[in-house]
C-alpha cells in the first residue's frame, strides 16, 4: 500500500461521541431491566450495540477492531518519524483510556439497576447517576482529544508527503 493510500484509509475513520449508550440496560415496556441466564449466571441485558459496519471506522469505539485497525495502519508507514510515533503512543494510550471508561460506565450502569430494584436508597441511585455524567463527559472530552489526535496525524502526513 502506498503513503497515500494509508493515508486515505486513516481519513475514512470517524470519531462518534456516542456516550457510550451501548452499556445501557435495556428495560422491558414497565420499566423493569430485563435479566437474561446463561447456563448458570443471570444479567441484566443492554441495549444493543451498533451496526458492526458503524463500528468498522468509528475510532475510539470499544467495541470493534477499528481501534487496532487504525494503529495497524499508522504502523503501515514504517517511518521512524518522532511526531507520527507519538501520535501513534498518544492515540493508543487514549484508546485505552476509553476501554477503561467504558467497562466503568457499564458496571455503573448495573449498579444503578440493582441500586433501584435492591437498595431503593435515592442518595445512592443520585450519587450513581452523577458518576455516570462524569463518565459520559470524560468520554466526550476523550473523543475530542482522539479527534484532534488523528487531524494532526493526518496533517503532519500531509507534511511528510509534500
Given at each position: 500500500m502506498t503513503f497515500l493510500q494509508i493515508k486515505n484509509k486513516i481519513e475514512q475513520f470517524h470519531i462518534v461521541k456516542c456516550d457510550m449508550y451501548h452499556e445501557k440496560v435495556k428495560l422491558d415496556k414497565t420499566g423493569q431491566p430485563i435479566i437474561k441466564s446463561s447456563s448458570n449466571e443471570s444479567y441484566y441485558e443492554r441495549v444493543p450495540l451498533c451496526e458492526i459496519t458503524e463500528r468498522s471506522k468509528r475510532l475510539g469505539c470499544a467495541h470493534s477492531s477499528s481501534n487496532s485497525n487504525f494503529i495497524h495502519l499508522i504502523d503501515e508507514f514504517k517511518t521512524d518519524d518522532q511526531?507520527?510515533?507519538?501520535?501513534?503512543?498518544?492515540?493508543?494510550?487514549?484508546?485505552?483510556?476509553?476501554?477503561?471508561?467504558?467497562?466503568?460506565?457499564?458496571?455503573?450502569?448495573?449498579?444503578?439497576?440493582?441500586?433501584?430494584?435492591?437498595?431503593?436508597?435515592?442518595?445512592?441511585?443520585?450519587?450513581?447517576?452523577?458518576?455516570?455524567?462524569?463518565?459520559?463527559?470524560?468520554?466526550?472530552?476523550?473523543?475530542?482529544?482522539?479527534?484532534?489526535?488523528?487531524?494532526?496525524?493526518i496533517l503532519r502526513l500531509d507534511q511528510l508527503m509534500a
Open positions: 511526531e507520527i510515533i507519538k501520535f501513534k503512543k498518544e492515540i493508543s494510550d487514549l484508546i485505552n483510556q476509553i476501554y477503561a471508561l467504558d467497562h466503568k460506565k457499564g458496571d455503573l450502569e448495573k449498579e444503578i439497576v440493582v441500586s433501584f430494584i435492591v437498595d431503593k436508597v435515592k442518595e445512592k441511585q443520585t450519587k450513581i447517576n452523577e458518576e455516570l455524567g462524569d463518565c459520559i463527559l470524560l468520554h466526550r472530552k476523550l473523543m475530542d482529544e482522539l479527534k484532534t489526535l488523528k487531524a494532526n496525524l
